[in-house]
């Protein structure tokens, strides 16, 4: 059986250890240059599982292989387990603290948990602009309708769009989309209020020696449905 008397000295050491990893990165992830080109939360977790298996190679600190052995295996240091203790340190305090709490054990401090989002009363939304006749800024536009409201369809829930290719996918998951505002997350929306959202710009036309034209395309006016999380795609 085992011992909570190392057992527990074990987990807040990781805790403590998690903490200071987390506050350690913390300036990479408020980096401009990082917000500028990668999704946040996507690649903040490789970072994470990465420096966490750095870590338990350079300080030999294979917490999954100690908990195994105290919980009666054999001890067996590999590289299995130090993948799996770094993903202990990459889950942070919070999946440390949360472990703690599921032994019913006391944590030493209260983690610092991310409030859900889009949060009750709120929905997110965001606007990815696909080029075909678009020349140089899209503007986005957003505006809260406060007179009589428009004959409107049901409050919004999200929208299914097509299969885009698999490196498509990859890519939006890691990377931040320069043609999608925001570039990545969603901006937090009113459920109780009507919004219209509206792309303007300039296209080109059929001849290219001709002027450029400008444009304004109504994306969608209406309410968002409660938590929802929509992310129009607008072909211009």
């Known amino acids: 059986m085992t011992d909570l008397n190392v057992l527990i000295p074990l987990l807040v ?9 987390e506050s350690a990165l913390t300036t990479l992830f408020q980096w401009r240059l990082y917000l500028e080109f990668f999704n946040g939360r996507a690649v903040k977790t490789l970072i994470m599982i990465a420096v966490g298996y ?6 030999d600190y294979d917490i999954f ?29 919070a999946a440390i603290y949360q472990l703690l709490k599921t032994l019913g054990l006391r944590p030493p401090v209260e983690a610092v948990q991310d409030k859900p989002k889009p949060a009750t009363g709120n929905a997110w939304v965001s606007v990815r602009i696909i080029r075909n006749q678009a020349v140089g800024d899209v503007r986005i536009h957003l505006d809260e309708i406060t007179g009589p409201p428009p004959v409107i369809s049901p409050p ?23 043609m999608r505002l925001p570039s990545y997350g969603g901006r937090t929306l009113e459920t109780s209020k009507i919004y219209r959202i509206v792309a303007s710009g300039n296209v080109r036309q059929a001849n290219p020696n ?3 034209l400008p444009f304004e395309r109504e994306i969608y006016v209406g309410r968002f ?7 129009f795609v607008f072909a211009i």
């Open 156 to 178: 919004i829930t999200g929208v299914i769009g097509g299969h885009p290719h698999l490196w498509q996918r990859f890519k939006r998951v890691f990377f931040a989309d320069p």
């Open 210 to 212: 001709d002027p450029l």
């Open 13 to 21: 050491g990781a805790f403590v250890v998690a903490a200071v990893l």
């Open 225 to 231: 449905a409660e938590r929802a999380i929509v992310d």
């Open 54 to 59: 750095a870590v338990v190679r350079q300080f």
């Open 65 to 93: 292989n100690k908990i195994v052995f105290m919980a009666g295996g054999e001890s067996n240091a590999g590289s299995l387990s130090r993948f799996l203790s770094a993903c202990v340190l990459a889950g942070g305090s």
